[in-house]
Structure formats: C-alpha cells, structure tokens
C-alpha cells in the first residue's frame, strides 16, 4: 500500500528488502514490511540548572531550549529516528535525556570559573554552554535551534549574585556620582575652554580682519602712488617732449632770427655799398664835371697867362716862361689822374689857385 507523510513528519519503514531503515515522505509498503511515522517539528525544553563554581557557590541557571531532529544531515535524521522517534518526544524519558545533557555540560564548565567571571563573562559563557550541549546531543541526532538563557539566580541560602548586584549598583551609583561630578566639572572647564576660545577666535579674527584691512589699504596705497607715479611719469614726459619741442622751436627762431639779422646786415651792407658805389659815382661825378670846369678855366686862364706872359716876355725874359710850362705839364697830368680820384681834384685847384 501507498503512504504519504504530513509537512512536519518522515516515513520509517524497516522489512523486507531494507537491510536497515529508510526514511521517506511518501512510499509503497510492501507486504513483509512495516513502517512508523514520527514528527520533526522542534519542542521547548525549559530547565533550571543548578551548578557549582570553582569556590563552591552554587547558582541556578534558567533556560529554555528550542530542541529538534537535524533536517539537513541524513545520517543524523536516521539516528534520530533509530533512537529518539520510538518514544513521544514530550515523554519524561526525551526530556530527562536532554536535561541531563545540558546540567551535565553546565556543571563541568561552571566548576572551571570563578563566580566572578560567570557573572563578568555571562553571555561567553552561555555560549560554551551551548557549544559543549551542541556536540552531545549530534550523537542523538539533535540539533538546538533557539536557546534562550535568563540572568543567573542565587540558590536560597547563598545570595552571591544578589550582594554582588547591590555591590555593582552602589558602584554604579557611586560612579554616577563621579561621572555627574566630572560631567559638571568638565562642563564647567568646557564653558570656559568654549568662552575662552570664542575670545580666542574673536580676537584672532579682529587682528586677521586688522591685517587683511591694513594689506588691502597698502594696496590701494600702492596703487593709488603706482598710478599717480605713472600720471606724473606721463606728465613729466609730455613736459619734457613739450619743453623739448619748445626747445627746437626757440632754436628753430633763432636761427631764423640769425638768418634774418644776418639777412638785414647785408641788406644793410648791400644797401651802403651801393650808397657808397652811387657816392662814389656821384663824387667822380662832380669830379670830372670839376675837373671840366677847372680844365676849361685852367685852359683859358693859362691862354690868359700864356699870352701875357708871351708879352711879358717879350718883355720880361725867358725864364717864367719856363715855370710856366712845367706847372702847365703838372696841371695835365693831375688832370688825367682826377678822374678817379677827387683828392687830385682839391690838388689841381690848389695849383690853379681856387
């Protein structure tokens, strides 16, 4: 016949034709074979194991586990269903197993730490404990899905755990106490550090604000300097190209002027000399026109003469004729040279007498 298995449960079947067992969700039941059905969902354990630490404090320790067949590994599913599935997995004896497991593991690795490092390394210890519970029950087919470990209690008797919370409260009272202390005093420092700062900062800000005040007018001052610098510069090169061109001007109307005097001197000049050439031609001249007129009258008052003379010598002798003709000669040859010169003409009037 045909079985089939729920979500939650697995198929045993154990006869002919199996040399062990065979697990299964659905199968044909052969005659000559038999076949089981257990269920795979996990079940809560809850427990308070009692141990003992290294200076013999006993504690109790409240858990719960969440405990259930390993699914993903064959072997272990077929171990679970050889040794666990013939009992009801909420029976005395599936709960007294594990139970025993989970105290045994516990008080062997309670009994190597101090009370103090169970309490100080509770969560490291819980941990072990899960480990060393994890490896005894894989021989079972086992597997710890969810454990959940409450705070460690004391065992009536031995209130360890209750002076030790009342000592770690008053230290933790005792060290909120120093702490608001150190908070107020630091909060105190730090308002004044913070108010100090702000000092700090505003006055570091007022000098940089000072620096970068004064760095931006020397700048403006060498600007403004640079470019009355390069204004005068400019001013002081047109000054010079102006005084240079007036410069070249006045050296220009100089030496006009010196062309132009120079000019008027010898318009001068040329003008005198020809005054002096009209003078001269003027006195040469008057000159001739004298030495005409002195000719003429020399002429006939030496024909005067002559004549007289002729008388007188006739009457007087021959030597005044004599004088006669060599101041005749002078006057002729004084006459020729006249011409141009007026001194012989003054000369020639002095012979004749004039």
Known sequence: MYRVASPSE??????????????AKKAWVMPGQSYSVFDVSPVNYTFEVQAMSAEKLPFLLPAVFTIGPRLDDEPSLLRYAKLISPHDKLSNHVKELVQGIIEGETRVLAASMTMEEIFRGTKQFKQEVFEKVQIELNQFGLLIYNANVKQLVDVPGHEYFSYLGQKTQMEAAN????????????????AKLREGQTKQNAARIDAETKIVSTQRQ????????RVKTEVKVY????????AEANSELAKKKAVWSKE????????E?????????LQREVERMNALTMTEKLKAEFLSKASVDYETKMKKKEMGGL???SSLKGKTHKVQALEIE???????????????GY
């Open 10 to 23: 697995y198929l045993v079947i154990t006869g002919v034709g199996i040399k062990d067992i065979k697990l």
């Open 260 to 267: 132009a005097q120079v000019a008027e001197v010898e318009a």
């Open 338 to 352: 006249s011409i141009d010169n007026p001194d012989i003409v003054t000369e020639l009037a002095a012979i004749l």
């Open 218 to 225: 020397g700048e403006g001052r060498k600007e403004e300097i």
């Open 319 to 321: 030597s005044q004729l």
């Open 235 to 242: 001013e002081n090169e047109r000054e010079a190209e102006v």
């Open 175 to 190: 060290q909120a106490k120093i702490d608001v202390s150190e908070a107020k005093m630091k909060g105190e420092i730090g």
């Open 269 to 277: 000049k040329a003008v005198a000399l020809r005054d002096a050439e």
